[in-house]
Nanobody, 120 residues
Framework: VQLQASGGGLVQPGGSLRLSCAAS????????MGWYRQAPGKQRELVAT???????NYADSVKGRFTISRDNAKNTVYLQMNSLKPEDTAVYYC???????????????WGQGTQVTVSS
């Protein structure tokens, strides 16, 4: 099982980016998917999560600016980031709580991280 994230880059303050993360491999079921971020010198923090049923949860710092969504048929989660601020600069990691085929339990899987830099 692998999670492949893409879509990061350099953007000016006020700009937008859309991150994608696709889970691949022998997957039986995916429960919650989400995005976390880690800025230099700081701990990794939750950005947003979404359940298989579409219920979402956001960090207070991104509410009203970021939108998480997912395509269950494609095992893919997205993060639309609008009105970006310099303090959003971080490496963004996708996460999936999933059960591989042939496994009896759910575990957390992480993508490789994608850099988002907000700067003028």
């Amino acid at each position: 099982v692998q999670l492949q994230a893409s879509g990061g880059g350099l953007v000016q303050p006020g700009g937008s980016l859309r991150l994608s993360c696709a889970a691949s491999g022998s997957i039986f079921s995916i429960n919650t998917m989400g995005w976390y971020r880690q800025a230099p010198g700081k701990q990794r923090e939750l950005v947003a999560t979404i359940t298989s049923g579409g219920s979402t949860n956001y960090a207070d710092s991104v509410k009203g600016r970021f939108t998480i969504s997912r395509d269950n048929a494609k095992n893919t989660v997205y993060l639309q980031m609008n009105s970006l601020k310099p303090e959003d600069t971080a490496v963004y990691y996708c996460n999936a709580h999933l059960k591989p085929s042939g496994s009896g339990r759910y575990d957390n899987y992480w993508g490789q991280g994608t850099q988002v830099t907000v700067s003028s």
